[in-house]
Nanobody
Framework: QVQLVESGGGLVQPGGSLRLSCAAS????????TGWYRQAPGQQRELVAT???????NYADSVKGRFAISRDNAKNTGYLQMNSLRPEDTAVYYC?????????????WGQGTQVTVSS
């Protein structure tokens, strides 16, 4: 069973930066796509960024140029560097791991970490 543990959330002023981490257990991390999603109060969960095992990234338009997703396979850890934060970035951020084996897809989620951007 894979477990994901996020850390790094908190309160930051507009224009500030945060770095989220996602530590994964198990042995599939390097063969999986990683992703970050977020959910603001009263809204649906939305994609923030994804990174395939081959290094291909994808970002939501709202975070392009401000956020950067990365991974360290040796540490089984994924990261989301968030710069130039805005109040509208306030949400619970969730780490995601997507693993494909033959015809099946296995998806895992972390418990979420709160990010609040406010002055």
């Amino acid at each position: 069973q894979v477990q994901l543990v996020e850390s790094g959330g908190g309160l930051v002023q507009p224009g500030g930066s945060l770095r989220l981490s996602c530590a994964a257990s198990g042995s599939i991390f390097s063969r999986s796509a990683t992703g970050w999603y977020r959910q603001a109060p009263g809204q649906q969960r939305e994609l923030v960024a994804t990174l395939t095992s081959g290094g291909i990234t994808n970002y939501a338009d709202s975070v392009k140029g401000r956020f950067a997703i990365s991974r360290d396979n040796a540490k089984n850890t994924g990261y989301l560097q968030m710069n130039s934060l805005r109040p509208e970035d306030t949400a619970v951020y969730y780490c995601n791991l997507n693993y494909r084996l033959l015809s099946r897809t296995y998806e895992y989620w972390g418990q979420g970490t709160q990010v609040t951007v406010s002055s």
